[in-house]
């Protein structure tokens, strides 16, 4: 059964094109999309053997794809990597493998958190600090975080995880935006009662290939892997992620160009006069007195940002793709009267 399209809902996700033009129309210049943290510069698709399209993923591949990213990553283990059809994947099977926990999400953060532990019916404990989490079974962080870029110390977090394994308890932290600050990772340090989440179609701009991969100490890790079963990502994304992650070349000059892209961004937002209170490398938040009215009118113009039911003074913006991107936010801006 259809659902039916409500015209006064908000997207729960970015990049639905499909739902966007069930509200706005469909514009005649095509959709400027940002309102996803994707890469807009995505990494150029290497050729590759037309029979990974023909076999079932090998076991071999897998492990290749393990490898390259525990290099990327600095994980001295491969066998402490898991791969999965995007980090999505991961959260969602990790609930179903706890007994039930009382979870504490730091939010605002990414909503499918809540949402998996909740349907998987463990307790939620929603909290906006780690000095709120009390005396949680589980505690689910990201860092940097979605919306926000909030970041949080290192250190801190592995204090963290060492007390929730003393007590049988697990802290999950979410990397899917650390590729521009690998500072921030812990996934060199995984240890009992730690598991790190990283996205790949982020940072390499390739959401459509769904891979993704949790990193845990070797037994966690084990079982993550029966959880989800065999093949749980496609040959083809498999085969991308091995060239990618290692093509150290590429994510270098990559790093140093999203944060250019993001400068820029935020000059462009700034001569707008919308407040950037927050973000990473690849999206800015920005407090807008009139928020949900500014995306209306954007939308309208075909320019796709990410509203918040929660916070009606956000608005996130995802990189433009280069200067002509730049320039039509930049025109539809100015035109604001809000």
């Known amino acids: 059964m259809r659902s039916t399209f409500d015209p006064f809902a908000l997207p729960a996700h970015g990049g639905d094109l499909a739902a966007a033009e069930l509200r706005f129309g469909r514009p005649a210049a095509g959709w400027l999309d940002l309102s996803t943290g994707i890469n807009p510069f995505s990494y150029p698709l290497p050729p590759f053997d037309p029979a990974v399209w023909q076999r079932l993923p090998s076991a071999e591949l897998e492990e290749l794809a393990r490898r390259a990213a525990a290099e990327a990553f600095g994980v001295a283990d491969p066998e402490c990597l898991v791969v999965g059809a995007g980090s999505q994947a991961l959260i969602q099977v990790l609930p179903r493998l706890r007994p039930f926990s009382r979870v504490a999400v730091?939010?605002?953060?990414?909503?499918?958190?809540?949402?998996?532990?909740?349907?998987?019916?463990?307790?939620?404990?929603?909290?906006e600090t780690l000095d709120r989490i009390g005396d949680a079974d589980v505690v689910v962080v990201a860092n940097p975080n979605n919306?926000?870029?909030?970041?949080?110390?290192?250190?801190?977090?592995?204090?963290?995880?060492?007390?929730?394994?003393?007590?049988?308890?697990?802290?999950?932290?979410?990397?899917?935006?650390?590729?521009?600050?690998?500072?921030?990772?812990?996934?060199?340090?995984?240890?009992?009662?730690?598991?790190?989440l990283r996205s790949f179609g982020k940072f390499f701009g390739l959401a459509g290939l769904r891979l993704g991969f949790g990193i845990a100490e070797p037994g966690a890790a084990r079982l993550l892997r029966l959880a989800l079963g065999p093949w749980p990502v496609n040959g083809p994304a498999l085969a991308v992620g091995c060239t990618a992650l290692a093509d150290h070349a590429w994510i270098a000059e990559t790093r140093c160009r999203l944060a250019s892209e993001a400068a820029a961004l935020d000059m462009l937002l700034v001569r707008a006069r919308l407040s950037v209170i927050g973000g990473t490398h690849?999206?800015?938040?920005?407090n807008a007195p009139r928020a949900w009215a500014l995306y209306e009118y954007l939308g309208q113009r075909g320019i796709l940002v990410r509203p918040f039911a929660a916070s009606p003074r956000w608005l996130r913006f995802g990189l433009p793709p280069g200067e002509k991107g730049r320039r039509r936010l930049q025109d539809a801006l100015a035109a604001w009267e809000g």
């Open 106 to 127: 730091v939010g605002p953060t990414y909503g499918e958190h809540a949402n998996c532990w909740t349907n998987a019916g463990h307790q939620l404990l929603p909290c």
């Open 147 to 196: 919306p926000d870029g909030r970041k949080y110390d290192a250190r801190r977090l592995l204090e963290l995880a060492d007390g929730m394994a003393a007590r049988g308890g697990l802290l999950i932290v979410d990397e899917a935006f650390a590729d521009c600050t690998p500072e921030l990772s812990l996934a060199a340090h995984v240890r009992n009662g730690l598991i790190v």
């Open 282 to 286: 690849l999206f800015r938040l920005v």
